[in-house]
């Protein structure tokens, strides 16, 4: 067990040494040890943040057809330290009327809402912040609680219009969407027999699950989306529609706290697809290769799951900057009417493929798991298919019926 | 004092103290938010009980939805932002000896049972409580009809929350 | 070793903490918060029994504390919507003023 190994036990058996040494009894010393791991991965997670601000500034520009900030060192890396520095040392103000301790609360909570998912989150099989917490899936809806809880103290504590209207359908578009994310969270907890991530890492080993549930991981994307608030479900931050909903009245460190918590909101999500679906911190397999048998160190797995992590919040990002902003009625209903139906379907069908299909070969499995969920999602498209027909058609009778009577 | 006490005794006057405050606060808003720390504190409650699973859908499904259905009430049943009039009735007075009533003689019922001062027993090995709970909650020899029961009372409540407060323009 | 009795005891206290607010509030509202007060104390109450009972690997404690959350759920829904409906017919939620059914 070296360093290159084992980092995290190897550097705690050392600080432990040395405390211990100074004369600290072992718990303080174990509490203490605990404090600066926590420390570490927040400090880690802060400055990744930063950089995702400056990646968020550049990638939006480039969808856009131009270049982004340039002009601050080379690419404009300087760019988001600038910003920082700029919300640091503006004014600290409290809206009159408004409550002061909620309102200084809630960026507080937002933020830490989005930080505690990394305790849960396996960088490595042997580097995860609490050592295998076999229900991992259910904690990410505990968490996602508090942020919802966040947002709607914002709201209220402005004494602004605009932001408690914001909040209120930033907070029925979460609670909504919860219900699909967290029957999308069920199914690999089918496949891999655990809600804990690292089994469902470990049980990914032959093939990723979204081989074995593309809809499903489908379905948790556009549930992750609204979950964030980002486009196109942002009907509450809308910046034409709304002032900056809930955010309206924050401006300086607690603004950056909400905007860079919602990026890194947004990444940490990508993570949790990399893990769900596509592998988590494993290489495809590759690492169990005898001979790239080197590819096992937990640097090279940290690399691997924050790639996959970045892969999924680039995904997130390019919805985003593609698609138009969605009425609040028309989410709620999309939500409602299909895509709660369709996720407990599917969860019934793959659960029953999986009892059915349990024994068999492992291309059998797939190919069973693979097709019914292709002919749940088809299912799915057609019958929106033809209420959209349904839809449309009423609304051009009702405008033929408008002009006719223009005339 | 155990390091373990210590924290219960932390995490008990936390969530007391909370709940003092839900039912003393005159601002209904601080009053919900007031709820929402006294159930963190018996989501830390439970895990303190190792009963983990219990610890999140606390927190999902108290904090997570029935606080915010709180907030929401709060906020769609007033005319103006601030809160009128008292917010005690005239028998508070009555209803604090009650209550007061009520813990001591809980608190003397205690006394006579002989099981009070009961230490946990170590929980197995690989003892899998979420295997376990689902295994009790979907058995037929276990508790598979309450939880039947259970769901079809959610899907009575929620027709009829719905009923009740539909608007119809 | 955190005995029996100190878990019982603080559910006895939330529980009373509850009950003064049910008895003491005006807002309907209110009253229902420490209803919500009391169903966690019960609920603490029953994993307590859980875990201090004779046999750990019987879940039953666990299962009934998943039932009263279902139950409180249930509960509060109900109990919030007909809170709203009330308001919008009488523009009050004070229970006192609540009283046409009075002789």
């Known amino acids: 067990m070296s360093f290159w190994t084992d980092p995290l036990k190897v550097t705690s058996d050392w600080l432990l040494g040395i405390f211990t040494g100074w004369g600290m009894p072992e718990i303080v010393a174990q509490i203490l040890i605990g404090f600066l791991g926590i420390f570490l991965l927040v400090a880690l997670l802060m400055v990744l943040d930063i950089f995702l601000v400056w990646i968020e500034r550049k990638v939006v520009a480039r969808f856009q057809d131009r270049i982004g900030p340039n002009r601050l060192g080379p690419w404009g890396l300087i760019q988001p330290f600038a910003d920082i520095i700029k919300l640091i040392i503006k004014e600290d103000t409290t809206p009159g009327g408004a409550d002061r301790v909620v309102y200084n609360i809630a960026p507080m909570l937002s933020m830490m809402s989005v930080l505690i998912l990394w305790a849960v989150i396996p960088l490595a099989p042997q580097i995860i912040g609490v050592e295998d917490l076999n229900i991992g899936a259910l904690y990410i809806i505990a968490a996602g609680a508090i942020g919802t809880l966040s947002i709607i103290m914002a709201g209220w504590s402005s004494n602004n219009k605009f932001a408690l209207i914001g909040a209120f359908r930033q907070v029925a578009v979460m609670v909504s969407f919860e219900i699909p994310m967290l029957t999308m969270l069920l199914i690999p907890t089918i496949f891999a027999g655990s809600m804990g991530f690292n089994a469902i890492i470990q049980a990914q080993y032959p093939l990723p699950f979204f081989l074995f549930a593309p809809l499903a991981a489908v379905i948790f994307l556009i549930a992750a989306i609204a979950e964030l608030g980002r486009a196109p479900f942002d009907m509450a931050e809308g910046e034409s529609e709304l002032v900056a909903g809930f955010n309206t009245e924050y401006s300086g460190m607690k603004f950056g706290m909400f905007y860079a918590g919602e990026l890194l909101h947004a990444f940490t999500f990508g993570g949790f697809m990399g893990i769900l679906f596509f592998g988590g911190y494993g290489l495809f397999g590759l690492e169990k290769i005898p001979a790239l048998a080197w590819l096992n160190s937990p640097f090279i797995h940290i690399f691997v799951l924050l790639a996959k992590a970045m892969f999924g919040y680039w995904i997130i990002m390019w919805i985003k900057y593609t698609l138009m902003r969605i009425r609040i009625d028309h989410m709620l209903a999309f939500n409602w009417k299909f895509l709660t139906p369709l996720s407990f379907v599917l969860l019934m069908v793959t659960a029953l493929m999986n009892a059915l299909l349990k024994g068999s070969a492992l291309w059998v499995y797939t190919l069973g798991m693979f097709l019914s969920n292709v002919v749940l999602g088809w299912i799915a498209l057609e019958v929106a298919r033809v209420y959209s027909r349904r839809e449309r058609a009423k609304v051009e009778g009702l405008k033929s019926v408008a002009e006719a009577a223009q005339h | 004092m155990t390091g373990e006490q210590i924290i219960f005794l932390l995490v008990a006057l936390f969530t007391l103290g909370s709940g003092l405050m839900v039912v003393i606060s005159r601002n209904l808003i601080h009053a919900a938010l007031w709820l929402v720390s006294a159930l963190f504190g018996v989501a830390v409650t439970y895990a303190l009980l190792s009963a983990a699973f219990l610890a999140v859908v606390q927190v999902v499904v108290y904090i997570g939805a029935i606080a915010i259905l709180f907030i929401f009430a709060v906020m769609l049943t007033r005319k103006d932002m601030r809160d009128q009039g008292p917010q005690m009735n005239a028998n508070w007075w009555f209803g604090a000896i009650l209550s007061v009533a009520v813990f001591a003689g809980l608190f003397f019922l205690l006394q006579g049972w002989s099981g009070l001062a009961g230490t946990a027993s170590a929980i197995p090995a690989g003892f899998d409580a979420i295997g376990e709970l689902g295994d009790a909650l979907t058995s037929p020899n276990g508790y598979v009809l309450p939880f039947e029961v259970a769901s079809v009372l959610l899907v009575a409540a929620l027709v009829g929350a719905v009923y009740v407060s539909f608007n119809r323009k | ?103």
């Open chain 3, 1 to 103: 070793m955190v005995p029996l009795s100190w878990y019982l005891i603080f559910a006895a206290a939330l529980f009373s903490i509850g009950l003064f607010g049910v008895l003491s509030r005006r807002n309907a509202v209110a009253i229902l918060l420490g209803i919500e007060l009391m169903l966690n104390s019960v609920n603490i109450n029953l994993a307590a029994f859980w875990r201090y009972g004779e046999d750990v690997t019987q879940m039953t404690g666990q299962v009934f504390a998943i039932i009263v959350f279902a139950v409180a759920a249930a509960e509060v829904a109900v109990g919030l919507a007909l809170v709203i409906s009330v308001y919008r017919r009488r523009n009050t939620v004070v229970a006192d003023e609540i009283n046409m059914m009075k002789w």
